[in-house]
């Protein structure tokens, strides 16, 4: 074993990529200092915690929509959403750029992107980081199920896939709204959250799983700040038993669809599905059938328990390889401007993002951001992320006196020969660093 | 399957195309034929809603069964379909002879994934497995110089052009231009990665043709893109097979708002499309399509859910339109997919495989063999192009 190699493995394959110091730190015991990470994750910034909750910006929607309609939606788009969105951002990526638990904030996102919610569609572009922050976060280092439940239930989710006006066909909710049934929420929980696409349902499991998850509602804005919340409409549950992939569910209320999750959660279609997601992302974008169902029997043997499969991560030896995997653009922003040891974020680092075809939670659908390298490298965006690395490297104040051992303290040994040879040879330290930002090797991780 | 009246769609449209042969003959023939062929596709994700945007406003139960969800304004074209009434560019290309809809149509995919629909469309099989590459990439791999004849627009590279193939890809960008000294030395390096070697070479070939090509594309809008689209395209170098998404078409709530934004943006990109490709639009075909359709009932919440039967539009210069295809199934549950769904009645290979033998020229077995493996070329619908000379 290298330990060194190991060490810039630990702060790039599974950290967002190696602030000045890390891979000294992460040296001495590169698994250690990741497990760590999990045990032990640094607390959010201060910014994040200074955020609004997704319930007052959903009560905010909900009195828009209902004084003013469609012009009353696109005014709070226009004045409250999208600066929100922008703050989001900002915040996200700079706890992401900051953080000394990298590891955790990569599980963080890993499990932000598997429940994608997008400002693709319009009203979700403020709420998205609220999402973000309520279910996801304080719930990655717990177990699936309940990740899974905070996810379904939380406000933004019922609003993203529908539910929110998904009325059971015979309820008095459903005559009196002249509404009706909506299986979003429904198709994409099985297809895209727990079985997966082959996972073995039919459209009768999706129709069925929709009508027991009519009434997963939001709470009606009412000016006591009690609005926006989950909320459980009885009179919009359609009555009566349900059958999912062959179990019965009798009429429980809102706790018919609760246990139709649990019991999604800790199926083993469930954990395959989620096995080979973790296997694409940590291992490579062809992980081995047996890394596949080492990891799905992990899920399976520890009730789903996220932190025992961060953990199984760490054992698999092919997830240290080196540089199999491709940069995603936010990936590769944070990790470069965690290289510079930048002290956070702003709309110049958003403005990166757009460019390289990445804004955070604009994922193109449910199914979240592609994860594999041919999404992502095309000889135009290649060329895109050389101007970035160029320009990143002009902005640094502090010019490097030996090129050579800043470049190591980003990504150690993992730089070829040739390109530290470059490096060495560069016109300027600026250059030399722009080099190194923009090297084949600082593509990947 | 049911044939009711509406079959007059069809019937009609064997008598248009000797009228559309006659018009090719007197007027449309002058034009330059389609020697230099470009080849546009737009893929409408998400699943467009085809009864908001080619409503079959002649089906008499179509308002009773849409509701509030049919009253939005329309453009009368056979007398049977209509268009969206936000696409008064399509409707004038409809006057023209130069628009052809496409109705009760989907891929060989009979289900309502999203993402294997779309697996299906793009990688030109009967099914979401089995192929990581897509059929526009393997059509471009069958010709030399496919760098600079395939072009994907946008970020990443879809499914369609992905492929052994090196293809380009274009997006506007703002972020100020790398040293080319930079690039010179990165090159070399990039070069010893075999996903990564080719890349920079190429985007600088690409750098060259797009070259100080600025514009209102910051937003992403397709009225913006299509406009730089179309100069590309113009350009004597420029590429000839394109490929790019809109998103947002997965409508299962406030429909017909969101269909008047989209629907909009996309006629007014298809007008600076147009102007932008200036004499070249007579050699041009856009085929505009989506995974699949969507329910024929409203769902609960203004929209509509996932549904199998769907439809497309096929337009440019190149192409014989002033009519709408549809072997129309009706709207009646009965006549529908459980219950529910527009039951498609044509495969909207039949449209991608006359695209590509009668107007980008390829061969039934280039087409059978390669690049929509298993579709007997013959089957295709004819008469979708004017005759190359």
């Known amino acids: 074993m290298n330990r060194q190699m190991d060490a810039a493995i630990a702060t790039v394959r599974f950290g967002m990529g190696a602030r000045p110091g890390e891979i000294r730190d992460a040296a001495s015991d590169p698994r250690g200092w990741l497990a760590a990470q999990m045990a032990n994750p640094a607390p959010a910034t201060l910014d994040m915690k200074s955020l609004e909750p997704s319930h007052e910006l959903v009560s905010q929607l909900q009195v828009a929509v209902r004084t003013d309609a469609i012009p009353g939606v696109v005014k709070l788009l226009r004045q409250v959403y999208r600066p929100q969105y922008v703050r989001e951002a900002v915040v996200r990526t700079g706890q992401a750029i900051t953080t000394t638990s990298s590891f955790h904030e990569r599980w963080v996102h890993f499990w932000s992107d598997h429940f994608t919610v997008t400002g693709k569609k319009p009203v979700i572009v403020g709420l998205a980081g609220g999402f973000e922050r309520e279910a996801i976060r304080p719930n990655v280092g717990g177990r699936f199920v309940d990740l899974l439940l905070a996810a379904v239930r939380h406000p933004v989710m019922i609003l993203y896939l529908d539910n929110a006006r998904s009325f059971g066909p015979n309820t008095p909710a459903a005559r009196y709204r002249n509404g009706g049934l909506n299986e979003n929420l429904a198709r994409e929980v099985l297809e895209l959250h727990t079985l997966g696409v082959d996972g073995g349902y039919d459209q009768a499991d999706v129709r069925s799983l929709a009508l027991m998850l009519t009434g997963w509602s939001l709470s009606p804005a009412d000016g006591n700040g009690s609005g926006g919340r989950f909320h459980f409409h009885a009179t919009a549950h359609e009555p009566g038993e349900r059958h999912l992939m062959g179990i019965r569910y009798a009429d429980d209320g809102v706790g018919q669809a609760e246990q139709a999750l649990r019991d999604l959660a800790a199926h083993p279609a469930t954990a395959r599905n989620i096995a080979r997601e973790l296997a694409r992302h940590f291992v490579s974008d062809t992980p081995s059938p047996d890394v596949v169902t080492s990891l799905s029997r992990t899920f399976t043997e520890t009730a789903g328990d996220l932190q025992q499969l961060a953990l199984a991560l760490l054992d698999i030896q092919e997830a240290w390889a080196p540089l199999t995997k491709l940069k995603t653009p936010d990936e590769l922003v944070v990790s470069t401007m965690r290289g510079v040891g930048a002290n956070g974020s702003n709309e110049a680092t958003l403005n990166a993002l757009v460019e390289l075809g990445q804004r955070p939670w604009m994922a193109p659908s449910p199914k979240g951001w592609p994860d594999t390298a041919e999404a992502w490298i095309t000889p135009d965006r290649a060329l895109r992320r050389v101007d970035f690395g160029a320009a990143v490297a002009e902005r640094v104040a502090t010019m490097p006196t030996d090129p050579v051992s800043r470049a190591r303290e980003m990504m150690g040994e993992l730089y070829g020969r040739d390109t530290i040879t470059e490096i060495s040879r560069a016109e300027s330290p600026r250059q030399a660093l722009a080099l190194a930002l923009s090297a084949p090797e600082f593509q990947r991780r | ?226 406009d730089q689209v179309g100069q590309l395209m113009a350009r004597v170098d420029g590429p000839r097979i394109v490929a790019m998404d809109s998103d947002g078409w997965d409508m299962h709530g406030t429909l017909l708002f969101h269909m008047n934004r989209l629907s909009a943006d996309l006629d007014q990109g298809i007008a600076r499309l147009r102007s932008a490709l200036g004499e070249s639009w007579s050699q041009t075909a856009v085929l505009i399509v989506s995974e699949f359709g969507r329910t024929v009932e409203p769902n609960g919440t203004g929209g509509a859910d996932h549904g199998i039967g769907g439809s497309a539009l096929l337009l440019g210069g190149a192409v014989r339109g002033g009519r709408v295809i549809a072997d129309w199934p009706g709207l009646r549950p009965g006549d529908r997919i459980a219950a529910r769904d527009l039951r498609p009645t044509a495969d909207l290979r039949g449209v991608i495989a006359a695209a590509l033998a009668d107007h980008l020229s390829y061969s039934p077995t280039e087409i059978g063999e390669t690049i929509l493996p298993g579709f007997t070329t013959a089957n295709r619908l004819p008469e979708l192009f004017h005759r190359m000379l």
């Open chain 2, 1 to 226: 399957m049911k044939h009711r009246s509406f079959e007059i769609s069809r019937r009609r449209l064997l008598q248009f195309s000797g009228a559309t042969a006659l018009a090719s003959v007197s007027g449309q023939s002058l034009a330059a034929p389609a020697s230099d062929p470009r080849f546009l596709m737009i893929i409408l994700r998400g699943g467009v809603d085809g009864l908001t945007m080619l409503p079959p406003t002649g089906d008499p139960d179509l308002a009773g069964i849409r509701g509030q969800m049919n009253e939005f304004p329309t453009i009368p074209l056979d007398g049977f379909f209509s268009l969206h009434g936000a696409m008064p560019t399509m409707g004038e290309l409809w006057e023209q002879q130069q628009l052809i809809g496409f109705h009760a149509i989907s891929t060989p995919y009979q289900d309502r994934s999203h993402f294997d629909a779309q697996n299906v469309l793009e990688n030109g099989l009967a099914h979401p497995d089995g192929s990581a590459d897509g059929w526009l990439n393997r059509a471009l791999a069958l010709r030399p110089d496919s760098a600079r004849r395939g072009l994907s627009v946008g970020a990443g590279t879809p499914l369609i052009m992905r492929g052994a193939a090196p293809v380009g890809s274009w997006a506007p960008s703002q972020l100020p231009v790398a040293e080319p000294t930079l690039v010179d030395r990165l090159i070399p390096l990039w070069a010893k990665d075999p996903l990564l070697a080719r890349m920079l070479p190429q985007g600088r070939e690409l750098q060259a043709m797009t070259g100080g090509m600025g514009g209102d594309t910051s937003s992403g809008r397709m009225a913006g893109l299509l």
